[in-house]
Every structure is written in C-alpha cells, then in structure tokens.
C-alpha cells in the first residue's frame, strides 16, 4: 500500500497525507501522518463528538433547543444561515446539519453551545496535545483569514463577512475586501487571497495530525468515547447507510460500511472515516486522509479515489472496478 500511495501523491499537485489502520491485527500505514494538516469541515467530527459527551454528562438533553443568534451566521453549505435569527433547533437536529450537510452555521451554534474553551479541552482528551493547537468557530476562520490580509477585519459583522464570500476567490476577492475596509489594496498586508490563506495554515488552528485524527476514530469505533447509543447516533450522522460515491468513498466496494466526513477549504482537503466501524476491533479500517496545495474539488477528489481503490486492492481482497 506503501508504494501505491506514493506513486498516487507523485502524479499529484501538491502534497497528500495519508493514515490507514487495521483494527484487528493492529497493522498501520503512516505516510506524513505525524504532521499538522488542516482540518477543515472534518473538525466537525470531534465537535459532534465533544456535544454528546456533554449530553451524555447531563449539560443538555438531545432535544433541548437552541436559537439562532447573528453571530452564529456564516457562509459554507446548508441553509441554518438563511433562517431569520430566533429560529430553534434542537441540539439532535443541529448535529445532523453538520454532519449530514456539513452546515458551518450549525456548528457554530453547537460551539457556541459547549463553549469553545470546553470543545478543546475534550479534543485535546483525544486528539492529544502534539500537533493540536486549537479548534475555532467557522466565522473566526473566516476573521483570521481575512486578518492576515489587514487586521481591522476582525471588526467585520457576520453579514459582512457573508457578503464578501459572495464574490469569486481570488484578485475579485481582495478588491471587495479592501472597499469594504475603505482602504488602498497599496494598504494590505497579503496581496492575494492565496498567500492570505499560506499565513493562516501556518498557524495551525483547526489542524490535527492524521494519526492523532485516526486515534480519535479507533477510540471511537471501539466505544471508548460514547455510550452505544450515541454512537449509533453519530454513525447515521456520518452517513453510515447512504452511499455517495466521492472521494475516498467512490474507491471503495459497495458492499462495505463507511462511515466519513470530509473538509474543503482553498486548497485543502480532507476525508476522514472508518470502514465497517460496526465491526469495532474486530475488523474495522480506519482512514483518514488530507491534501495540500492543490485544486480541493477536481485534484483532491481524484487523488482520494485512487487512495480508495489502494484500500480496496491491498486491505479488502475486492476487484476496485465499480
């Protein structure tokens, strides 16, 4: 598997990393699996998982309501954005949205719910201390990327920020930046979007190892996270019984079980999963994924089937055709 993964990163732009673990014989693939990579939506996994330890500590109940607040809106996918402010949704519903339909503003209102300081703090429990720095909001993604550009954009209202990722990344962005700050683009600290976002990847917020990312999944798929019936909760959340045919996922047979969630973000990209998680120990297969400096839809979803079907050819024994 060794080989194949490196043959796929040679033919790829940019950089992959990749972890793969064996659950029953222990058997682990770690290819620049030690590093930082960003997360991006796959974040959304330990948030999920820090929400249902506190309901499970009796902080909420699942069906407890929250409301929509401004601060709580940003753009990214889903439509939590577009409801009027005091809209509620349960804690139960809120955890779909975000993992079923990777809704940025859905998250928010979980974080905002557990506190960001608490989220980390339970991450840190089980993604470690090493190559973990911390787990943001997605608005203050959005600030810190626009920071790096000038600092006055922390000052930028949520709707503001919403209406600048409307405009198409790139030279177009900058300009509509900067007019919404009054000033020259002479003024601004990064002169394009890419080297905006370089600054912030740096810092390493939002970013894990993949081999702590896949410790994680290993201590959640053998029960020592959540109770089972939570953890039966969030296999459906992680799109447990539907088939998607993306990523990692169209590299895969039909026949197995795959729980996942991927990341996207300018030039990033992430998927992270187990499959067959219902067999814990015994069988499961851990994976999780990222990639760097490339085109994070058309490359990254080409590279991540070829790492699927490596999977299939070398761990499951099955024909990769589909």
């Not at 300018?266 to 499961?284: K, L, S, T, Y």
Request: aromatic fraction near 8%; glycine fraction near 6%; hydrophobic fraction near 40%.
């Amino acid at each position: 598997m060794r080989q194949r993964i490196e043959r796929i990163d040679k033919a790829t732009q940019g950089q992959l990393g990749v972890y793969v673990k064996r659950l029953d014989n222990g058997e682990t693939l770690a290819y620049q699996a030690d590093r930082p990579w960003y997360l991006a939506s796959s974040a959304k996994v330990p948030i999920a998982i820090a929400v249902l330890q506190d309901a499970e500590a009796g902080r909420f109940r699942l069906d407890h309501k929250i409301a929509l607040q401004d601060g709580d809106k940003v753009d990214g996918s889903g439509n939590v954005v577009w409801q009027k402010s005091g809209t509620t949704y349960t804690v139960d519903a809120l955890l779909r949205r975000m993992l079923m339909e990777s809704d940025n503003t859905a998250a928010n209102m979980l974080i905002r719910t557990i506190g960001e300081d608490r989220l980390n703090h339970r991450a840190r429990s089980y993604l470690g201390m090493e190559a973990f720095n911390r787990i943001t909001t997605f608005t203050q993604v959005r600030r810190e990327v626009y920071g790096e550009l000038h600092p006055d954009a922390h000052q930028f209202s949520n709707m503001e920020l919403l209406r600048l990722a409307s405009v198409p990344m790139g030279a177009r962005r900058v300009a509509a930046f900067a007019r919404a700050l009054s000033v020259d683009t002479s003024e601004l600290q990064a002169k394009t979007m890419q080297e905006a976002y370089a600054r912030y990847y740096a810092r390493r917020l939002n970013a894990a190892s993949l081999s702590a990312y896949g410790g994680m999944l290993e201590q959640l798929v053998t029960g020592k996270l959540l109770s089972p019936q939570n953890l039966q909760r969030l296999f459906g959340d992680l799109k447990y019984e539907t088939y998607d045919a993306y990523r990692l996922e169209a590299g895969l047979p039909r026949t197995v079980r795959f729980i996942h969630k991927t990341g996207t973000q300018f030039e990033r990209a992430c998927h992270m999963g187990v499959i067959n998680p219902q067999d814990g120990a015994r069988a499961a297969i851990i994976v999780a994924a990222c990639a760097e400096d490339l085109n994070e839809h058309r490359e990254a979803r080409r590279a991540f089937e070829q790492i699927g079907r490596a999977i299939t050819q070398t761990l499951l024994r099955e024909p990769a055709a589909r």
